[in-house]
C-alpha cells in the first residue's frame, strides 16, 4: 500500500473525492470494531433466538462512525501536536495516521470538519439507538464519545499511554 500523497489523490472529480474522504477514514481499520459487534450480534441472535436487524445495524452503522471519526479526529490532533510530523520512522499504514494532512491532501481545517461531521452522524445515530431501545443506551454512547474524542485531543490520552485501553 502506498503512501498517500498529493499526486495520488488531488481529486477533480466527484467519485475521487468521495474515495480520498473514504480513504482517510482508515477503513481497513473498522474491523477492530466491526467484528466485536458482529459477534455480539450473533451471540445474542444465539441466546434470545431472535435479531431487530433494524437496531442491528443502526449499531453497527454507529459504530462505524465513531471509530472512523475517532481515526480522522486523531489524526487532527496528532497534526496539531506535531506527533505525525514527529514520526519519520513509521510504518505505513500501522502508525503515524493517514498522513493526508502532511501531505497536503487535506487540511487540518478540512480533516477537523469530516471528523467532526462523523462525530455528529455516529451521535446522531446513538440517539436514534436510544429512542427506539431505552435511555440505557445513552450512557455507553456518552462513554463512547469521550473516549473517540479524547483518544488524541486534550488530554491525549493515547500520549499518556491509555490509547490501548482507550481502544479496548
Known amino acids: ?18 474515495r480520498t474522504y473514504f480513504n482517510a477514514i482508515r477503513p481497513a481499520f473498522l474491523s477492530a470494531s466491526i467484528l466485536p459487534v458482529l459477534t455480539a450480534l450473533a451471540y445474542v441472535r444465539g441466546i434470545f433466538g431472535s435479531l431487530d436487524y433494524s437496531l442491528a445495524l443502526l449499531t453497527l452503522l454507529g459504530i462505524a462512525f465513531m471509530h472512523s ?5 486523531n489524526d487532527y490532533f496528532d497534526s ?14 500501522f502508525s503515524g495516521g493517514s498522513r493526508f494532512i502532511q501531505n497536503g491532501v487535506f487540511s487540518e481545517q478540512q480533516i ?3 471528523g467532526l461531521v462523523l462525530l455528529i452522524n455516529g451521535i446522531f445515530i446513538g440517539l436514534l439507538i436510544a429512542y427506539l431501545s431505552g435511555p440505557v443506551i445513552l ?5 463512547g464519545v469521550l473516549l473517540a474524542v479524547f483518544y ?17
Open 112 to 114: 477537523l470538519n469530516f
Open 152 to 168: 488524541s485531543a486534550p488530554p491525549c490520552l493515547a500520549c499518556r499511554g491509555l490509547g490501548d485501553l482507550t481502544i479496548a
Open 139 to 143: 450512557l455507553m454512547g456518552f462513554a
Open 1 to 18: 500500500m502506498s503512501e498517500p500523497s498529493t499526486e495520488i489523490y488531488h481529486c477533480q472529480t466527484a467519485g475521487n473525492l468521495l
Open 69 to 73: 471519526a475517532a481515526n480522522v479526529l
Open 80 to 93: 496539531k501536536n506535531g506527533t505525525d510530523a514527529a514520526n519519520d520512522q513509521r510504518v505505513y499504514p
